[in-house]
């Protein structure tokens, strides 16, 4: 790759050279009507074609992207002078060609994606590689609104990768009415086997209609599949299974899963395909690994890494603490499970903050034989244990980071802190629903210093113009004790109230002149929409969050007397002769929430039990678990979102959203 930059960075000197003059007086007498370029200068270098593009007046990177089909990080690695996307009019860069003979072999230039709970644009940009601007593009009106259950047209030739670009292409292909993974192998040139590798989220005995799955091109030249002889036998006993009947012919149950279209037929009566093999013939490499590893036999314990960053070879500072106490939620967890008889053997490894630390424990993880891994923290270290998990296929937990991305693409990972977008595009789903026929006003501290929120008030604002709703908007900074309000909207009796207030002082702010037009006019009913950062601040201001009905959503929240949360406490006091570290969350329950979960997950189904985890779900003291797998070809990521309530009847309520 340096030589290739290295003579990348000659040819432009020549170029550059070679047009300096020329370049300067057309920039100098531009003219802004002039054409834009539609056909474009090609060179090969190294065997690799590459264009050559001056850039123009309106150009910006997502034109450019999607004029040469490529994705901003491509322009920027081949281009490594542009900084911060600022682009110079008349600088030449170099872009490679797409070619990729699976993209060919695709009959379809784009697919369909049916949107699902939580999906934003950005989500789905992210999980096909392909720029929000190309997807809009395709689907006009999506850059107002998308909902549940729309379709949207994704571009194929845009998340095919390219021989550069990446070394792990696919292709995508939505499900229609009466296909298999028979039929979808032949037309793809693959083996079922294949596809369910790259799909394991896919159930072989439900393929649905409109679900996406990828089939990797490996850009190679996709060579048609062999032809596999078989011959078909009939299943004569009901103890007969697919393991059995494979051992009986010399062959492994994958090889009978491919010939029978994925799907495990083995029961008395029925007739299968068996595949032919000489006695000579050994196991083919290449065949696909369905089946998880070996369970446990009965009575073996399972073996848990929880790897953290506990910080031993350091004075104890408030972070370790927080690991700490975690890791102390997770043992209450296991001590609860083994007077259940749930036998386990668990590592607690400190990471220490140090990436060569987290170097020298994946070293170590093989002579463990772990059944579970919980952590680490830093995104970096979770890819890196991620990395092993996959390759392991051992289930691994991610309890803490919400902005890694590893369970979007490794089947083996559990996001549980629910992705700050799913959070926003869901809840918002429910408020917008819970608006019913009450008038909305939109209260703003416009001071500069709360704007984080103002795109997902925007976003609430578009619905209700799309439904020709009235709604108020009124300026903290105009007019801080909403002396207007009765002006803008009079007669108003049902007012639902939401702002962009998300500190302390701005929520203070907000809350104020509420509660005061409360007191004055107690005939109006006001409900107030809040964020997960309000529960910090429920101490100082629960009166007023009862006063005006208020609703904040969130990943966690411990009902206050909630038994169980008490009755942790008591423990932890017990055994470890002090409080808990006041935090939100808090770690011991945090840890006491995840250890009941994963550990219950374990004793129903085994070290494998994320192909049944979606059929489970825990309320948690302080955090819940749902978990769904986010497509066919990735991890998981929880569901779980709190709408607590502080009704004007002094009553807090907490309700899990459904889905």
Request: hydrophobic fraction near 35%; glycine fraction near 6%.
């Amino acid at each position: 790759m340096r030589t290739i930059y290295k003579l990348l960075t000659l040819i432009l000197l020549i170029v550059f050279a070679g047009n300096l003059s020329a370049q300067q007086s057309a920039t100098r007498g531009k003219n802004k009507n002039k054409k834009p370029q539609t056909t474009f200068s090609r060179k090969t270098i190294e065997g690799k074609e590459y264009y050559f593009y001056r850039i123009e007046e309106e150009d910006v990177i997502d034109s450019i992207c999607v004029k040469f089909d490529v994705t901003p990080d491509v322009i920027t690695q081949y281009n490594p002078e542009i900084i911060d996307d600022t682009l110079a009019v008349g600088h030449l860069l170099i872009i490679p060609v797409r070619y990729n003979t699976a993209q060919i072999a695709s009959a379809e230039k784009m697919f369909n994606h049916i949107v699902a709970a939580g999906e934003t644009l950005y989500s789905l940009s992210r999980m096909y590689g392909v720029s929000i601007n190309r997807i809009t593009a395709l689907n006009p009106g999506a850059e107002e609104v998308i909902h549940i259950g729309d379709t949207l047209r994704i571009p194929q030739n845009a998340v095919v990768g390219n021989p550069i670009q990446s070394q792990d292409a696919h292709i995508y292909h939505t499900i229609a009415a009466g296909e298999t993974l028979y039929s979808l192998s032949k037309r793809y040139h693959t083996s079922v086997a294949e596809i369910l590798k790259q799909n394991p989220g896919l159930d072989p005995q439900k393929l649905g209609v409109g679900e996406v799955i990828r089939i990797a091109s490996d850009n190679k030249e996709l060579q048609p599949a062999p032809k596999v002889e078989t011959f078909n036998y009939t299943v004569k006993s009901k103890k007969e299974t697919l393991e059995s009947v494979a051992k009986k012919f010399g062959v492994t149950p994958e090889e009978i899963l491919a010939v029978n279209d994925g799907k495990d037929r083995v029961q008395r009566g029925n007739t299968i395909a068996i595949p032919r093999k000489s006695k000579k013939e050994t196991v083919r490499e290449e065949i696909v690994q369905i089946t998880k590893r070996k369970e446990k036999a009965a009575g073996e314990p399972f073996n848990i890494a929880i790897i953290l960053p506990f910080m031993n070879n350091k004075p104890q500072d408030v972070r370790s603490t927080l690991y700490t106490e975690f890791y102390q939620g997770f043992l209450f967890a296991a001590d609860s499970m083994k007077r259940r008889g749930l036998s386990l053997n668990i590592y607690a490894l400190d990471t220490r903050g140090s990436s060569a630390t987290i170097d020298s424990i994946v070293k170590t993880l093989p002579e463990k034989d772990l059944d579970l891994i919980i952590g680490p923290v830093e995104n970096e270290d979770i890819e890196r244990v991620a990395g092993f998990a996959r390759e392991h296929d051992i289930n691994m937990v991610n309890p803490f980071s919400v902005k890694s991305t590893e369970a979007e693409k490794n089947i083996k990972v559990f996001q549980c802190n629910i992705p700050h977008e799913n959070l926003y595009s869901r809840s918002r789903d429910k408020i917008i629903a819970e608006i019913g026929d009450r008038y909305v006003v939109f209260v703003i501290d416009d001071s500069g210093k709360e704007n984080g929120k103002l795109d997902h008030l925007n976003r609430i604002k578009t619905k209700l113009l799309q439904q020709e709703r009235d709604f108020l908007e009124i300026s903290l900074g105009q007019d801080p004790y909403m002396e207007t309000f009765e002006d803008m909207a009079p007669g108003v009796r049902d007012v639902f109230v939401l702002t962009n207030a998300s500190s302390r002082s701005s929520v203070g702010k907000v809350l104020a002149p509420l509660t005061k037009l409360k007191e004055e006019k107690s005939h109006i009913n006001i409900t107030l929409y809040g964020y997960p950062e309000w529960q910090v601040y429920t101490k100082e201001y629960i009166n007023q969050f009862h006063r005006l009905n208020t609703t904040i959503f969130s990943r966690f929240y411990t009902l206050p007397g909630d038994s169980a949360a008490m009755q942790l406490q008591d423990k932890f006091l017990y055994w470890y002769h002090r409080d808990m570290l006041q935090a939100n969350p808090q770690h011991v329950v945090l840890g006491y929430d995840t250890g009941i979960f994963f550990l219950e997950a374990m004793a129903q189904y085994g070290r494998n039990f994320d192909k049944e985890i979606e059929a489970l779900s825990y309320p948690g003291i302080q955090t819940g678990y749902k978990f769904r797998r986010i497509n066919n070809w990735s991890g998981f990521n929880n569901s779980n979102i709190y709408f607590v309530r502080f009704t004007p009847k002094l009553e807090i309520e907490r309700e899990i959203l459904p889905e």
